[in-house]
Every structure is written in C-alpha cells, then in structure tokens.
C-alpha cells in the first residue's frame, strides 16, 4: 500500500539559454582544421578546432544550451566554449530563452556591445525589483523589442505574456509576490533583466529616479541618455554613418532648398565693402576646409600643439557667483575660455590620441585646461590603435591623423542647471569648438577635419570613467597636412 498524501505535480525544467549564431553569421570550416565566421562580406577566423568540435559548432545554427559545455569536462565542450566566447567577443551571438516545451523562442537576446554575455544573478524571494527609468519597450517591425540605453543587450519578446508581466513591473515588486501569479516570467529571464539594468534591485527606496543608481545617473534624462547611446558607437548593435539606408526608397533631396514665391530683396549690391578684403576673418573662412591626410614626414610639433591648445581651449579665467534659491543656493565655480559655452558651464574636455608629433611621445593624453598640460592616460596599444581605426575609417583615409583631438563632455556639469535640453545643449557647445578647432588650424597653417562619431564604450575602457559621468561627443583629426598631388 501506499501511504497517503498530498500529490506533488511533476517538476518542470525552467526554460534553457542558448547560444546561436547571428542570422548574418555563417561558420565555415577550412581544411586546415580552422573556422571563420562569415558576414556582411568579411570573414573573421576563430581559430583551429578538433573535427568532433567543428561538427558540434554546425548546431550554433540552431542553438545550443549553455549547460551542455559550460560545465563540462569533455574537449570538445571546452573547445565549444572557446568558441561561443570568441563568436561573442565579436558581437556575432545571439541567445534565445525558450519556451516550456523548447520548440519555440519566448525571448531572444540580441548583444548591443561585442563582449556581452548572458548573466543570471540569484534573486531572493524578498528581493524587490522594478523596471529602470530608462527602459522602453517598442515595435521593430512584426517584433516586440525592450531595450535601455544602460543594458547590453536589447530583448525581443517573443511572448505577450512576458511583455504584460514586464509592464507590472513599473511599479516595485517582490520576487516572492511574483512567483505567484500567474504569467510569472520565470527567474531566469527576471535575473538577465537585473544583470542588463533594465530592471533593478528595490534597497528600501521607492524606485523613483534617485534610487536607480549614482548621483551621475540621476543628472541624465531618458531621451538625452537615449540619443547619445543610440548616436554614437559602442553600445548599440544598429547601423551607424553614411549607408544610404533610404536611396533605393525617395530621391535624394536637393542641395539647396527650392525658392519661396515672392519679391526678393538682393543683398549683392549692398554687401560688398572694401574692409572686407583687409579682414583676417573673412580670410579664414575661405581658407578653412577639411585636411584628411596628413604629412608624416613633416609632422606637428609640440610647440605648434602647445599653441593651438592655449588659443582654443584654455581656461582664461575664474569666477564664482551665488545661485539664488530663496536664499539658501550654492556658490557656484566659472571659467571664461575662448569660446562661448552654454550658461558658461564648459563641460567639455579635451583628449589627444597622439600618433605623430614632433617632441611628443605617441600615446594618450588629457589637456589639463586650467594648467595648459598634458596628462597622459595609460591606455593600452590595442585599444589606441582601434581608436585611430575609428577615425580612418570614418574619414575613409589608409592612415591615422598625427593628432586624434576626442572632445568629452562632464555630462553631470550641464545637466545639473538645464532639463531637456541638456544634451541639445552640449552638442550645441560641440559644434562651436570643432568651428573654433577649424579657424585655428588654419590660421597656424594646420589641417583638421571634424569626425561625426566615436566609441563611448572603448573611451570608456581607455579612460576608466563610466560612459554616463564622462563620454567623446566630438573628434577633430589634427596635423600638417599633406600637399597635394
């Protein structure tokens, strides 16, 4: 006989994580033993693999689970593992958490930054999280996708369900109270969210924006953090720069704007003044244009860097003034420097990616405005040199600039006094800069060129400050430039 009690229903398995190739990516294997991944015309080796593992790798196609070499002790799971991590180092992965019977995807990880990868903190049953301040969800096509300017990953949700349960999550809930009802996520996709902050723990606050965070975060508004994520390289996987996406879609618009009916006043007869041609300014601005190569064998001297730096960018002055909040503001510090800034607040700086100077050492460095001194930054060689990849490649040049001029901003500087504008307001500020970069240069006998991009993730690493306290907003390539042919 058997004993009375109460009846357990079967224990289901939760949902796996499994690592499958980017739909782009194909693996092809060489008879030497070796595997490239193949996309969007370019191939990338991988390294040499036993043929038991290149026969497993075929099943990336499709997905396989972590458990099945994460833990294991077998060569070939090792060398899987090898695999998947450097597929991932690449951005070349994309992780799928499926459904309950695992024929179907209920969420897909798609990697924004090239080294993600899928982590599941423990979440405690008195745990309370909440969505991040920053997360939206929005349609892409036919999918669902939830993202954040924070995360590392974007998440296509496959499942209504999740999606419902995602939104109750505006508001703090505990771990425990979820688990109860029903379309509860599971904890496997609650523990990825965490990890990517797009949801975060609840520690006694309310979860209102001074909870999510540093002091910095709390400075930043959703859609200023959203544009500069999402305009720049390094945490976002999307396509960046001139790709023509729409000239198979609409004409392309005229170079200038088609004339507006009415009597127009011509300003030709009265414009011209003979102090125009004695004017140094009028000079420099025909003068001024972009210089994207360089002489190599005449390079920039320090002395020429030292003087450029002091005419454009160095602090003038100091000054304080009393911020009036019914008597009880702040004494708040000011520079003056040679070019105007919004509410003089001069949250930018400037770091020098150096790769031929006279006098200077190659490397990286920060100009010390106040002090008019370098300050060099121990980056290391592989990260400088993608970061003058970046700027041939933008510029379309075989070489890099003699100087790679990146301006940042102190984003907390701004955004402490201004609300929604703020990030408007630093690229305003970038914009006069990179002009006043331009008429130096040229007045000196120089050559620039303004960049319209950089990697916030990579500046980031070079410099060790979180790319939400202090990130590249503007490029500017600096040196003697070559003559002609």
């Given at each position: 006989?058997?004993?009375?009690?109460?009846?357990?229903?079967?224990?289901?398995?939760?949902?796996?994580?499994?690592?499958?190739?980017?739909?782009?990516?194909?693996?092809?294997?060489?008879?030497?033993?070796?595997?490239?991944?193949?996309?969007?015309?370019?191939?990338?080796?991988?390294?040499?693999?036993?043929?038991?593992?290149?026969?497993?790798?075929?099943?990336?196609?499709?997905?396989?689970?972590?458990?099945?070499?994460?833990?294991?002790?077998?060569?070939?799971?090792?060398?899987?593992?090898?695999?998947?991590?450097?597929?991932?180092?690449?951005?070349?992965?994309?992780?799928?958490?499926?459904?309950?019977?695992?024929?179907?995807?209920?969420?897909?990880?798609?990697?924004?930054?090239?080294?993600?990868?899928?982590?599941?903190?423990?979440?405690?049953?008195?745990?309370?999280?909440?969505?991040?301040?920053?997360?939206?969800?929005?349609?892409?096509?036919?999918?669902?996708?939830?993202?954040?300017?924070?995360?590392?990953?974007?998440?296509?949700?496959?499942?209504?369900?999740?999606?419902?349960?995602?939104?109750?999550?505006?508001?703090?809930?505990?771990?425990?109270?979820?688990?109860?009802?029903?379309?509860?996520?599971?904890?496997?996709?609650?523990?990825?969210?965490?990890?990517?902050?797009?949801?975060?723990?609840?520690?006694?606050?309310?979860?209102?924006?001074?909870?999510?965070?540093?002091?910095?975060?709390?400075?930043?508004?959703?859609?200023?953090?959203?544009?500069?994520?999402?305009?720049?390289?390094?945490?976002?996987?999307?396509?960046?720069?001139?790709?023509?996406?729409?000239?198979d879609v609409i004409a392309p618009p005229p170079a200038v704007r088609p004339h507006l009916p009415?009597?127009?006043?011509?300003?030709?007869?009265?414009?011209?003044?003979?102090?125009?041609?004695?004017?140094?300014?009028?000079?420099?601005?025909?003068?001024?244009?972009?210089?994207?190569?360089?002489?190599?064998?005449?390079?920039?001297?320090?002395?020429?860097?030292?003087?450029f730096l002091k005419r454009t960018a160095r602090v003038q002055s100091h000054w304080t003034s009393?911020?009036?909040?019914?008597?009880?503001?702040?004494?708040?510090?000011?520079?003056?420097?040679?070019?105007?800034?919004?509410?003089?607040?001069?949250?930018?700086?400037?770091?020098?990616?150096?790769?031929?100077?006279?006098?200077?050492?190659?490397?990286?460095?920060?100009?010390?405005?106040?002090?008019?001194?370098?300050?060099?930054?121990?980056?290391?060689?592989?990260?400088?040199?993608?970061?003058?990849?970046?700027?041939?490649?933008?510029?379309?040049?075989?070489?890099?600039?003699?100087?790679?001029?990146?301006?940042?901003?102190?984003?907390?500087?701004?955004?402490?006094?201004?609300?929604?504008?703020?990030?408007?307001?630093?690229?305003?500020?970038?914009?006069?800069?990179?002009?006043?970069?331009?008429?130096?240069?040229?007045?000196?006998?120089?050559?620039?060129?303004?960049?319209?991009?950089?990697?916030?993730?990579?500046?980031?690493?070079?410099?060790?400050?979180?790319?939400?306290?202090?990130?590249?907003?503007?490029?500017?390539?600096?040196?003697?430039?070559?003559?002609?042919?």
């Open positions: 006989m058997r004993a009375s009690g109460k009846k357990r229903g079967r224990k289901i398995a939760p949902p796996a994580i499994a690592a499958r190739l980017n739909a782009r990516v194909t693996l092809e294997a060489q008879a030497d033993g070796s595997i490239a991944a193949c996309f969007d015309g370019y191939s990338a080796g991988l390294g040499k693999f036993s043929a038991e593992a290149i026969d497993r790798a075929q099943g990336l196609r499709t997905g396989l689970p972590f458990d099945r070499f994460a833990s294991s002790s077998r060569n070939a799971d090792e060398e899987i593992a090898l695999l998947v991590r450097r597929l991932a180092q690449r951005g070349l992965l994309e992780y799928r958490l499926e459904d309950r019977s695992g024929e179907k995807d209920r969420v897909v990880i798609e990697p924004q930054v090239a080294d993600y990868w899928p982590q599941t903190p423990e979440l405690g049953s008195a745990e309370t999280i909440v969505l991040s301040r920053f997360a939206y969800l929005r349609r892409r096509g036919n999918d669902m996708i939830l993202e954040s300017p924070r995360a590392g990953a974007s998440f296509k949700i496959c499942d209504s369900k999740v999606a419902s349960a995602i939104a109750a999550l505006a508001a703090p809930q505990k771990i425990s109270r979820l688990r109860r009802q029903a379309g509860f996520p599971g904890l496997e996709l609650l523990g990825l969210l965490v990890d990517s902050k797009i949801l975060f723990k609840v520690g006694g606050g309310d979860g209102r924006r001074a909870s999510e965070g540093d002091e910095n975060l709390v400075l930043w508004d959703f859609h200023d953090l959203l544009f500069h994520t999402h305009s720049t390289e390094g945490r976002q996987a999307n396509p960046l720069g001139g790709l023509y996406p729409y000239a009415g009597k127009k006043i011509d300003l030709d007869p009265v414009s011209a003044t003979t102090a125009e041609a004695n004017s140094p300014y009028v000079k420099l601005i025909s003068e001024r244009h972009s210089t994207r190569d360089f002489d190599d064998q005449q390079p920039i001297t320090l002395a020429e860097l030292a003087h009393k911020l009036d909040l019914d008597g009880n503001g702040p004494d708040v510090a000011f520079t003056t420097r040679p070019y105007p800034g919004a509410g003089s607040a001069y949250e930018l700086e400037l770091y020098l990616a150096v790769a031929n100077c006279e006098g200077l050492e190659r490397g990286f460095y920060h100009y010390d405005a106040d002090r008019h001194a370098l300050v060099p930054i121990a980056a290391g060689a592989q990260e400088l040199e993608l970061w003058f990849q970046g700027a041939e490649y933008a510029m379309d040049v075989a070489a890099p600039p003699q100087i790679l001029i990146t301006i940042a901003a102190r984003f907390n500087r701004i955004s402490w006094k201004y609300s929604s504008i703020a990030y408007a307001l630093i690229l305003k500020d970038v914009g006069v800069l990179t002009e006043m970069l331009y008429m130096m240069a040229t007045d000196m006998g120089l050559g620039g060129c303004a960049i319209g991009t950089s990697n916030i993730d990579l500046f980031a690493k070079m410099t060790g400050i979180d790319f939400h306290i202090e990130g590249p907003v503007g490029q500017f390539a600096l040196g003697r430039g070559a003559k002609p042919a």
